[in-house]
């Protein structure tokens, strides 16, 4: 029986010929990672087990949540991970002023590569899935163990796949097309399972749009998401990564649960309604609707806080004033796509129309610190998740979308149409 | 082992932001995070709550952010099951590694409401609504789980493999 890209990984690391869906292995890791959320909760756990990391090349921490720290108890936490950090002689622990949020620094440091084993104590480590590797999100108990021993057991997951074909229109991205594919299945359409994304669509797609729905492969409730290794992929690497790394491919004869087919034509600028990443509604169909006014629009995170998205947001603002009745808050997700903006004179564009510009952090993303709403106070946002009370008050509303999206809702102060404002 | 208690019964994709909103996360101090327990669901849970009374839910439940914060305030809530249809895979395997209890069971989800009197025995899987008098069979954990359950977590079950 032939194996999923997904299984193939996982069978090398567990030094298997081969693996089956369903079965309980212990596989070695490569990459090892948590914040200044779980990683300091890790620690005690930690050392119960080891007094040093399994190997300080492959133990990362990034303290990217409550950074720059918002209060005492997480300046407490910052300091428990650089202190660890420093003792143990970590090679990759990235300070503020150094650092992003850690699902755009890690592959834009080279941190991360193809075929890899990667665990993160955080959901969203599904992301680096668009470098073709195994990545999935963990719990504290989980990354401490990791941390210790450098293998962790996991049930081999069986897979959809995703074959995607055509090329998507002018303002659709991979925001929209994993919006779109969410709103299919639904937010448990692949519980426990690989979504692995085929097909000469593929081709269509920069590695950013491919970091974006990889990284939203945790919404769809999967345990990770995967893409193919291509040209596009290999000269990412080539551009970021000093690590040596193998290219897995899937059988021919994979078998998967379930086939589905997406023409990226036939996709639309997609919006997330309240309170599930699933709820999602086309373009089209909220231009029927009555205008939904907005108070705040938030760009950024590890789902779209990348240099493309900063450019595409820009290009929609260019020239126009936020509407007065909207915040706007851009979050460049690492310092060089921060510099990058600045040489590009993206951030005049940002300031000229009326954003507040933020330094990297995850801060907005999570109703941590800047940008957390009051009740009734309606959100457009380039996050991965609008859960009830996710980004403040429990009766505050936040809608998902692109970066397009959320720049054009951002001049008409209520959610609107790229199409309708940007000039391709 | 047996867990009995009563039930709060809530829905579909109950998410760790409303077991455990990000707003308390710079503190992993377990009762203190229990006092939060469900903040953004049900207001009063913490209050409420007994030690023994069980969750039950429909599906997906624990969908969303990695925090074992959630199933570790629930435990120390004193919740000494949680029963769903299904699990999101995060909270299942946070659950078992820090040995809160939990059970995959549709049937009982479908027949088990709010204030229900149950029991749960963990060896056979049997759950028994005392207050309607009816009975379920959910998933038994497979072998490896219940090692890492019998282990006493993960910790335990790691450092009892080094050993070896």
Redesign the interface.
């Known amino acids: 029986m032939g194996m999923t890209m997904t299984q193939k990984i996982l069978a090398a690391h567990a030094g298997l010929d081969c693996v089956e869906a369903g079965q309980l292995i212990e596989a070695k890791l490569d990459v090892v990672m948590a914040n200044d959320i779980t990683g300091p909760m890790a620690l005690p756990i930690f050392r119960e087990m080891a007094e040093n990391v399994f190997d300080k090349d492959k133990v990362v921490l990034v303290p990217d949540h409550f950074t720059p720290n918002k209060d005492i108890k997480s300046a407490e936490n910052s300091k428990a991970i650089r202190e660890f950090a420093k003792a143990q002689g970590l090679s990759w622990y990235f300070e503020q002023g150094k650092s992003g949020v850690e699902h755009a620094i890690l592959p834009e440091a080279g941190v991360v590569a193809t075929g890899e084993c990667i665990i993160g104590a955080d959901s969203h480590t599904c992301t680096y899935g668009a470098l073709g590797a195994f990545s999935t999100g963990v719990g504290t108990t989980d990354i401490a163990t990791g941390m210790a021993m450098g293998e962790l057991w996991f049930k081999v997951p069986s897979a959809i796949q995703f074959v995607l074909t055509g090329k998507p229109g002018p303002y659709v991205t991979g925001k929209d097309i994993i919006l779109h594919i969410i709103g299919k299945i639904g937010v448990d359409g692949a519980l426990y399972k690989s979504m692995e994304f085929t097909g000469d669509g593929i081709a269509n797609l920069t590695m950013d749009d491919r970091f974006t729905m990889a990284n939203m492969a945790i919404e769809a409730g999967a345990k990770n998401g995967i893409f193919p290794v291509d040209e596009k992929t290999e000269e990412y690497l080539k551009e970021h990564t000093k690590k040596s790394y193998q290219i897995y491919t899937a059988d021919e004869d994979a078998e998967y649960d379930e086939v589905v087919i997406i023409n990226l034509a036939e996709v639309r600028p997609t919006v997330a309604f309240p309170h599930l990443p699933g709820n999602a509604k086309t373009i089209d169909e909220i231009e029927e609707m009555e205008p939904i006014k907005i108070d705040q629009v938030v760009i950024g995170s590890c789902t779209n806080g990348r240099m493309s998205d900063m450019r595409k947001a820009a290009a929609i603002l260019k020239g126009h004033t936020v509407h007065p009745d909207v915040r706007v808050m851009v979050v460049p997700a690492t310092q060089k796509i921060y510099k990058e903006c600045i040489k590009e004179g993206l951030i005049d564009i940002f300031i000229d129309a009326g954003c507040a510009v933020n330094t990297p952090s995850c801060g907005p993303c999570m109703g941590g610190h800047m940008g957390v709403m009051a009740a009734g106070e309606k959100c457009v946002s380039t996050t991965n998740r609008n859960f009830v009370g996710r980004m403040g008050h429990v009766d505050s509303l936040i809608y998902l979308a692109s970066p397009e999206v959320a720049a054009a809702s951002a001049i008409a102060g209520c959610i609107a149409n790229p199409e309708k404002v940007g000039d391709r | 082992m047996k867990a009995l208690g009563h039930v709060f019964k809530y829905g579909d994709?109950v998410?760790t932001?409303?077991i455990i909103?990000?707003?308390y996360?710079?503190?992993?101090d377990a009762k203190e995070l229990a006092s939060h327990a469900m903040v953004?669901?049900d207001p009063t849970f913490a209050k409420r709550v007994q030690p023994g009374d069980l969750i039950v839910a429909n599906?997906?439940f624990g969908?969303?952010?990695?925090?074992?914060?959630a199933?570790l305030c629930l435990k120390t809530a004193g919740v000494s099951c949680v029963i769903a249809e299904?699990f999101?895979?995060?909270f299942y395997?946070?659950a078992i590694?820090?040995g809160l209890p939990i059970i995959e069971c549709p049937e009982a989800a479908r027949g088990i409401e709010a204030g229900d009197e149950v029991e749960v025995d963990f060896d056979s899987g049997k759950i028994y609504n005392k207050t309607r008098g009816t009975e379920f069979q959910g998933q038994p954990f497979?072998e490896?789980m219940q090692k890492l359950i019998a282990a006493g977590?993960?910790?335990k079950y790691?450092?009892s493999k080094?050993e070896k």
Request: aromatic share 6%.
């Open positions: 994709n998410d932001d409303v909103p990000a707003r996360l710079n503190s992993f953004d669901i599906k997906n969908c969303g952010s990695s925090r074992e914060h199933p299904t999101a895979r995060i395997r946070n590694n820090i497979p490896f977590g993960l910790v790691t450092n080094k």
